[in-house]
């Protein structure tokens, strides 16, 4: 039996297991281009492989207000399973696909189930960490997207190895076996909405949802809060989404090394950003309530010169740091983002509000995928990966000017 006090602890362990799984799957994708366009022949487009990329992320992003609604309404535990074995099946189901349109429409399916997880994830992780532990807490949990990140980067390896086909299988059962284990380990919190609800007659259910909305879209703090994370998002898709055809491309090497190698650059660093940035951010905000702010804008600073060695550089060194550097700076903001969030938004609103969170920063990662896809058809992908570190200011400038908390947290 697991003991009271330390499951908030285990929580984030299997919790990490579910974001190593749900960064994995998509992950794949980017770096198995090669091996699949010999089956698949629209796929030697770049431009095609940026909307195919894109599609995944406008659902995604579609989806994120809906499930952070749903998250704020319904038990936590059973979203996040049914996540997981949805978009796992997803996977398992690509190793058959025979079409571009096939892959597509896979793709978008995904984007509907992993769109499930993160605000009921993150928001199981704030219920049962207070303000001293919550930034570390969601700190090791962003390492499991990390840590799939890297894994994902493999697929381009096993598929060389075997198959295109026989990786995605492999890969899809995993998931779908994990999400019976946590059947039996995960447990839910009931949300503030749950115990409202209880409360209320019957007919005044609507009640809460219109007043919540109203609530949080009258705060302009939050509305700061998904600008910066809006602005902060486009280098992070652009890193998930193009960094390994950047590497093989500045470096000329293939992409079976281009994909592990920037990969693990990117998440080995981000592990350590979001360990270092989860500590200083619990212990700064004890004694300044804007110490999670100024640990995130740390972190978003040194995302600046890493881009523009990102685009610029041509020697192993010289990219392999930009991206170790990146990793490290996204990784102390990625720590923050739902901690900064508690301090201006109630905990009954969390879900809805990182799910409106996450739709943003999506939909700019959608964007930003398609562009650079047409970007890299042109041969100015470095470039404009460069050019990216000038709108990474504009998040960090609005989060240092305005963001004014009067609290460590909202209730």
Known sequence: MINEKNYPWVLVGLLWVVALLNYMDRQMLAVMKPTMQLNIAELNSATNFGYLMAIFLWVYGCMSPVSGFIADKFNRKWLIILSLFVWSGVTFSMGYATTYNQVYWLRAIMGVSEALYIPAGLSLIADFHSSKTRSLAIGIHMTGFYAGQALGGFGATAAAAYSWQTTFHYFGLTGMIYSLVLILFLRGKKTQAEKILEDLPISSDKLPTVKGLAILFANISFWVIVFYFAVASVPGWACKNWLPTLFAQNLNIPMAKAGPVSTIAIAASSFIGVIFGGILSDRWVQKNAKGRIYTSVIGLGLTIPALLLMGF?????????????????????????????????????RGTAYGIMNMTGVFAGAIITG??????????????????????????????????PGEKDAV
């Open 313 to 349: 550089g041509h020697t192993f060194y010289a990219v392999a740091g930009a991206a170790v550097c990146f990793g490290l700076g996204y990784g102390i903001f990625d720590a923050n983002n739902m901690p900064i969030l508690c301090q201006f938004v109630a905990s009954r609103y």
């Open 371 to 404: 562009l650079l896809g047409k970007s890299s058809d042109a041969g100015n992908l470095g470039k404009d990966f460069a050019m990216l570190a000038g709108i990474v200011l504009l998040a960090l400038a609005a989060q240092l000017y305005f963001l004014r």
